[in-house]
C-alpha cells in the first residue's frame, strides 16, 4: 500500500537548521509531484513547498522562501526538506505528501530557545 514516512524532526535553536526525509513506498515516485505542509498547534494545514516529478521544478510559500530548499532522490524514493536560518512560527508537524493526497504521519518541528 502507498506509505510515506517522515523523519528527521526535532528540537531546535532559533537560527538553526533541521534537513527532514520522506521515505515513499508503494506508487511509482518518480512519476508524482511531491509535496511538503505543515500544521503548527491550533491552526490548519499550511502548504510549504513542492518538486515535480523529475525535479526541475520547486516551489516555496512566501513564509519559507530562500530559508528551505526541497529536494528528492527518484533513485531511493525520498523526498527531503533542508530547514536553514529556522524561525519558532516554522514550529510546526510537517508532513509530506504526493499529489493524489495521501499523506504520511508528520515529523514535530520545534524552533524555541
Known amino acids: 500500500q502507498v506509505q510515506l514516512v517522515e523523519s528527521g524532526g526535532g528540537l531546535v535553536q532559533p537560527g538553526g537548521s533541521l534537513r527532514l526525509s520522506c521515505a515513499a513506498s508503494?506508487?511509482?515516485?518518480?512519476?508524482?509531484?511531491m509535496n511538503w505542509f505543515r500544521q503548527a498547534p491550533g491552526k490548519g494545514l499550511e502548504w510549504v513547498s513542492s518538486?515535480?516529478?523529475?525535479?526541475?521544478?520547486?516551489m516555496y510559500s512566501d513564509s519559507v522562501k530562500g530559508r528551505f530548499t526541497i529536494s528528492r532522490d527518484n533513485r531511493k524514493n525520498m523526498l527531503y526538506l533542508q530547514m536553514n536560518s529556522l524561525k519558532p512560527e516554522d514550529t510546526a508537524v510537517y508532513y509530506c505528501?504526493?499529489?493524489?493526497?495521501?499523506r504520511g504521519q508528520g515529523t514535530q518541528v520545534t524552533v524555541s530557545s
Open positions: 505528501s504526493n499529489s493524489d493526497g495521501t
Open positions: 508503494g506508487f511509482r515516485f518518480s512519476d508524482y509531484v
Open positions: 518538486i515535480t516529478s523529475g525535479g526541475g521544478t520547486t
